[in-house]
């Protein structure tokens, strides 16, 4: 190992949390494995049709339930065919006379929810949750909204990190985005608040990239804020000219400390139609991506061959640091509305 190594690593679990399990339409039929904070979970449907989320290891033998099926509205196990209910009460043993409850046969249950298209998991068994899901912005009249899921193999920190920082697109996606013509100096003002950290960049001319020139030609003036919003998720948003706006707001969920998966939610309204904008931004939407998973597995891979982390960072890094401390804190459970202030930088971008 390396001398310099420190065995440390920037993860944060957040257990008194919501997180995305899966897309409501990933969850149909039979029952699916998911795993967040490293705990293999299994979801499934009651007889409702409410979804339903179960430690997924069967209380008999430990048959991981997700090799099983859904039978009106109750889990089977595939090994002996115990069958579960939706709050994770063992309501059939086959064979067994009498009765089958008993609490030494149930299956820990994890708060469940569905809204805006998801299956939310609260990261903590058997607790009435704090709080309810996140909610996604409402989509309006104009605007088009295309979701895409992707998983990283980095920490929840760095995938965050990734999704807010501005210094590395003028490198890492030179051309399509910045790092074309002069640098201008412009503003962050960065504000605090108990469960989000925002920065918002004043004076930035429209960026030289192919998608600035293709959104706006005539020029303009970008509005652009970047937020992390406890637990988990990093948001976007641009306006360029009075045209286009664009709000992409990433819902990350840590599958496990260096995996994380990335439900991205693109929210726009440009001068070109709806269809027309997918077309031409999708692949350069797409190729951005693939430079950040490729860096971020890179970053990972360094990180885990050194046996931990050596960061240095400077102002320019505008919330990396922040979006540790929130998650620490959160992490502890120590969140306090005293830790809100504002603060203004300089940087060249
Ligand atoms: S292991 Fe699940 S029923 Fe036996
Ligand atoms: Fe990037």
Not at 72 to 81: D, I, K, S, T, V
Not at 255 to 282: K, N, Q
Request: charged share 25%; glycine share 8%.
């Amino acid at each position: 190992m390396n001398q310099e190594s420190n065995g440390e690593f920037s993860v944060a679990r957040v257990t008194r949390a919501w997180y995305v399990a899966c897309g409501s339409r990933e969850l149909r039929g039979d029952p699916i494995a998911r795993k967040i904070l490293g705990i293999p979970l299994v979801l499934f449907r009651g007889p409702d049709r409410k979804p339903s989320a179960l430690l997924d290891r069967c209380a008999h033998r430990n048959a991981p339930l997700s090799l099983g099926r859904s039978v009106g509205g109750r889990l089977e196990c595939a090994y002996h065919g115990w069958q579960y209910d939706a709050v994770g009460v063992c309501v059939k043993v086959p064979g067994l006379v009498g009765e089958a409850e008993k609490t030494t046969r149930e299956v820990p249950r994890f708060p469940a929810r569905e809204q805006d298209g998801f299956v939310w998991v609260y990261a903590t068994a058997g607790v009435e949750p704090a709080g309810e899901p996140y909610r996604l912005p409402a989509t309006s009249r104009g605007y088009t909204e295309v979701r895409r899921t992707v998983e990283v193999e980095s920490t929840l920190h760095a995938a965050l990190e990734n999704a807010l920082d501005v210094p590395h697109t003028a490198f890492l996606h030179k051309g399509l985005f910045r790092g074309v013509g002069r640098t201008h100096r412009i503003r962050a003002r960065v504000t605090r608040s108990a469960m989000q950290i925002e920065a918002e960049y004043i004076g930035e001319p429209r960026p030289e990239g192919l998608a600035g020139r293709i959104l706006s030609p005539s020029g303009g003036v970008v509005t652009h804020f970047d937020r992390f919003i406890l637990p988990s998720i990093a948001q976007v948003e641009y306006r360029l000219g009075s045209e286009n706006h664009f709000l992409i707001t990433t819902l990350c969920t840590p599958v496990e400390d260096f995996r994380t998966r990335l439900h991205a939610s693109i929210l726009f309204r440009t001068r070109f139609p709806g269809w027309l904008a997918r077309l031409i931004l999708e692949p350069v939407a797409l190729r951005i991506f693939r430079q950040d998973a490729e860096m971020l597995k890179r970053q990972t891979a360094a990180v885990r061959r050194f046996g931990g982390e050596h960061y240095t960072s400077t102002e320019v890094d505008v919330l990396g640091l922040q979006i540790w401390q929130l998650l620490k804190r959160a992490e502890a459970g120590e969140l306090t509305p005293s830790e809100e202030w504002k603060r203004e930088i300089e940087l060249d971008v």
